[in-house]
């Protein structure tokens, strides 16, 4: 079984090749071409989906994409992926509504880049839960029971079983008081 810290590093490198993947696919069912650099500045695009895709990095670190405990239940997983695609959606249009000057009013192209992007997204994390080298299996069998095994329990563990923060709630709240405030 790898470290927690490379098993971050795998999702986070799966989660770059599959975002631009995603760009890719986009484009290239956008533009009804595979060969898209010959029609379209792909290097524009780029450029311009890449500061969004950093504040998406963001929302998946803060819904838990990055936590390797995979024993949460679907519930809990399921509104935190609804809660990311949200985000990005509201992130990616105030971003295209205001650069007006970009030169392309990608509307359609973002909606499909989140849709796309998120069944990568699913699907990775679905293939990656299912692969022998991370360990999820014992993790999830204990989870599955609602007991934990001796080696799980520890401070981080009871914390995490007494204070559960709602993300959701959290990002909501951030986001009113940043309005009540302007």
Not at 3 to 26: E, H, M, P, Q, S
Not at 80 to 85: G, I, K, V, Y
């Amino acid at each position: 079984m790898l470290g927690k810290n490379i098993l971050k590093l795998v999702l986070l490198a799966g989660d770059i090749f599959f975002i631009y993947a995603a760009l890719f696919a986009t484009l290239a069912i956008r533009h009804a071409r595979i060969d898209i650099w010959t029609e379209i500045d792909v290097g524009f695009y780029l450029a311009r989906f890449s500061l969004i895709y950093a504040f998406w990095f963001l929302l998946l670190y803060i819904f838990d994409f990055y936590e390797i405990s995979f024993s949460d239940e679907i519930k809990d997983s399921a509104r935190n992926f609804t809660a990311f695609l949200i985000g990005a959606l509201v992130s990616g249009a105030l971003y295209f509504y205001f650069q007006t000057k970009m030169g392309i009013a990608p509307k359609t192209t973002l909606i499909l880049n989140i849709a796309i992007f998120g069944a990568m997204l699913i699907g990775w994390r679905v293939f990656l839960s299912r692969t022998f080298f991370l360990g999820y299996k014992s993790e999830n069998a204990a989870g599955s029971q609602k007991k934990i095994s001796p080696a799980e329990f520890n401070e981080a563990w009871f914390l995490k079983a007494v204070v559960r923060h709602d993300k959701l709630y959290e990002v909501a709240k951030g986001i009113f008081d940043f309005c009540c405030g302007i």
